[in-house]
């Protein structure tokens, strides 16, 4: 079993920064592929990073790219996700996510997560 738990999210202006954390209970921690996905009201949550088990590769939906990056400290047991120049539209709830049998392509699927957190609020105001 995995247990996640968010921390980091809060109000922020458009073009502001914040920076998430997410701290994993799971043993071997680099043996998991990590990931965070985000949901706004009425929408179905999506991909917005993950980096393969082992830390080979990160990955980022088009949407952030260049604004958002994934980072993970194994030694704490902890991802990270700094996000800069937020907008807006990056207002949703930030979920962490784990798993440890996913495949590159398996990635940005939430379905194939078997972990998640409870999630941490981000709000960017205009």
């Known amino acids: 079993q995995v247990q996640l738990v968010e921390s980091g999210g809060g109000v922020v202006p458009a073009g502001g920064s914040l920076r998430l954390s997410c701290k994993a209970s799971?043993?071997?921690?680099?043996?998991?592929?990590m990931g965070w996905f985000r949901q706004a009201p009425g929408n179905e949550r999506e991909f917005v990073a993950a980096?393969?088990?082992?830390?080979?590769?990160?990955y980022y939906a088009n949407s952030v790219k260049g604004r958002f990056t994934m980072s993970r400290d194994n030694a704490k047991n902890t991802v990270y996700l700094q996000m800069d120049s937020l907008k807006p539209e990056d207002t949703a709830v930030y979920y962490c996510a784990a798993d440890r049998h996913l495949i590159a392509s398996s990635l940005g699927l939430p379905a194939q997560y078997d972990y998640w957190g409870q999630g941490t609020q981000v709000t960017v105001s205009s």
């Open positions: 799971g043993q071997p921690f680099n043996a998991y592929s």
């Open positions: 980096m393969k088990s082992y830390g080979s590769s990160t």
